[in-house]
């Protein structure tokens, strides 16, 4: 069963090996102490810990963009993906998101990301085919979910 929860202390050698093996486990648990706060920029943030059988699997970062709409970013690590973990933890996510308060989940996703694009299309994600260069250089579109 896949479960999310927030980051705990004991957490940072699992995250260090599988996200941040440049940092030492010391800053990795700086980095869990700093997403406790679950604000960035003067908004609601918050990352959490995607466990599969007690197992750390990957992270849901969610991130405010006004009172009714979040964004929600999944990351399932390498050696835990096509298992269905990523689609099981991003509902869970939105589920978590909508307890919250918020009405909608806008996602901005790389053209080029199959596998993302067809796991948001299978909960329920649309889009209007419009795309445009994000900030980093890639092509993404826009994917919303009404969380109503």
Not at 65 to 88: L, M, N, Q
Request: glycine content about 6%.
């Amino acid at each position: 069963m896949t479960i999310l929860r927030n980051f705990e202390r004991s957490d940072a050698p699992a995250l260090r090996a599988a996200s941040y093996p440049e940092k030492s486990v010391t800053e990795v648990e700086d980095l869990i102490n700093e997403w406790s706060v679950r604000q960035f920029n003067g908004k609601y943030s918050e990352k959490l810990a995607v466990l599969r059988d007690g197992v750390l699997v990957g992270t849901m970062f969610l991130y405010q963009h006004t009172t009714e709409v979040i964004s929600i970013g999944p990351e399932i690590f390498p050696a835990y993906r096509k298992r269905g973990i990523g689609r099981e933890a991003l509902s869970k996510a939105c589920d978590f998101a909508r307890s919250k308060g918020f009405k909608i989940v806008s996602q901005q996703i790389r053209v080029d990301n199959a596998a993302s694009i067809a796991l948001h299309a299978s909960l329920g994600f649309e889009t209007n085919g419009l795309t445009y260069i994000s900030r980093k250089g890639s092509e993404v579109a826009f994917y919303l979910k009404s969380l109503l």
